[in-house]
């Protein structure tokens, strides 16, 4: 039987759950003039739900993640390729002749997909300018096109002032609908609501929560109930307190519940022996980021671990808020009602330790 649980990618079809507001809510900002900004921590389920949004829509669409692009020249050649598996090259070949560097387009043999370059050395700056504004002309008002960018706050990290290019070359654009993607709350606010970036009041921003309990419990327990059909429920309960419903490790725990019932049937602590499963197999990772805490992390961590309060009059307030600053922006620590470990496992990790002092 397969694992009916997914996670670490893009989740599609049966493996993806509820989001219907958002889905709506994104379906109907796309078909206006405007652009959308999604925020979340990482991992709450940004790209999958734009993705199947996008899908739905029926509209072309290209995606780009920014972290996996490496510079503006490459940014440029990936939007490239991915806009020509929307648009065959031989219906837009009189377009790219005005480009000012002429791309180097090959067909992989292995894939049949499209392999753009441009040479080494050139100017990326000219690189994006043309590529999006071929973007724009293959495009009209009435049937625009959407871009989703994703990790769009690592556009910061990819060439000194691109984010004031980016938004001059955006500025005049009518046939895209971007649609920008960002984990990093802090860079992303700063982005797009600080009134001296570029990209001040670009589009309308969204904030994607955690999925609603009542929704995620359905989904579990219905899967688990294959495997445990008299403790599916309980189950579900379990795994939601443990990881406070964050989409990602829920699923991830769902998954491992789920081997554990399949590999041990019969087992009487199924929940309990997954967790220990996940743990173990990420201590050396835990052990080493932890190594690397200076005193004043590892005590707040220490601290939202337990659940004890933080204003304890060990560290002044303004030394505990800049700690937690940087532990959310590095993904540690998230805020959603109240500040929380990010990673239930790395949680345990922790508390583990506690029993055995090791710092
Ligand atoms: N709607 C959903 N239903 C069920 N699980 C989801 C959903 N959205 C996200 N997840 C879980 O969270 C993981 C991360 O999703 P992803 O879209 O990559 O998040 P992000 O882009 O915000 O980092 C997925 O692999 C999946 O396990
Ligand atoms: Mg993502």
Same mark, same amino acid.
Request: hydrophobic content about 20%; overall charge negative.
């Given at each position: 039987m397969e694992n009916p649980f997914k996670f670490g990618t893009i989740v599609e079809a049966e493996y993806f759950t509820d989001r219907v507001d958002e889905v709506a809510y994104i379906k109907e900002y796309v078909k206006s003039a405007n652009h959308l900004v999604l925020i979340s921590p990482r991992r709450f389920g940004k790209s999958s739900v734009v993705a199947k949004t996008v899908k739905q829509s029926g509209r072309k669409h290209i995606t780009v993640n920014l972290q996996q692009v490496t510079s503006v020249s490459d940014l440029s050649a990936t939007l490239l390729r991915e806009f020509f598996k929307v648009h065959p090259l031989e219906r837009i070949r009189h377009l790219i002749t005005h480009f000012r560097v002429i791309p180097t387009v090959s067909t992989n043999p292995v894939t049949g997909s499209m392999d753009v370059s441009f040479q080494p050395g050139a100017d990326g700056t000219v690189l994006i300018e043309d590529v999006l504004t071929l973007i724009e002309r293959a495009h009209t008002e009435k049937d625009r096109i959407i871009v989703v960018l994703d990790e769009f706050q690592d556009i910061l990290d990819l060439a000194p002032n691109f984010d004031k290019q980016l938004r001059s070359i955006m500025q005049n654009q009518k046939h895209i609908n971007y649609i920008l993607l960002g984990s990093q709350e802090s860079m992303m606010t700063d982005i797009f609501e600080n009134k001296k970036s570029p990209f001040y009041h670009f589009g309308q921003m969204m904030r994607l929560g955690k999925l609603?309990? /009542?929704?995620?419990?359905? %989904?579990?327990?219905?899967?688990?109930?294959?495997?445990?059909? /008299?403790?599916?429920?309980?189950l579900a309960d379990s795994i939601l307190n443990y990881t406070n419903c964050h989409p990602y490790y829920s699923q991830q725990l769902a998954a491992n519940v789920w081997q554990v019932g399949v590999l041990q049937q019969g087992i009487e602590n199924p929940f309990e022996t997954a967790i220990g499963h996940i743990v173990a197999a990420h201590g050396l990772d835990f052990e080493r980021i932890w190594m690397n805490f200076n005193r004043t992390n590892r005590w707040i961590l220490k601290r939202l671990s337990t659940g004890k309060p933080l204003q304890s009059g060990e560290y002044r307030t303004s030394t505990i808020y800049s700690a937690l600053k940087r532990l959310q922006k590095d993904?540690?620590?998230?805020?959603?009602?109240? %500040?929380?470990?990010?990673?239930?496992f790395f949680r345990e990790w922790i508390l583990a330790s506690e029993e055995t002092p090791f710092a």
């Open positions: 609603p309990r /009542e929704d995620f419990h359905r %989904y579990l327990s219905e899967r688990l109930t294959k495997i445990f059909p /008299e403790s599916c429920n309980e993904g540690y620590v998230i805020y959603s009602d109240h %500040y929380e470990m990010e990673d239930p």
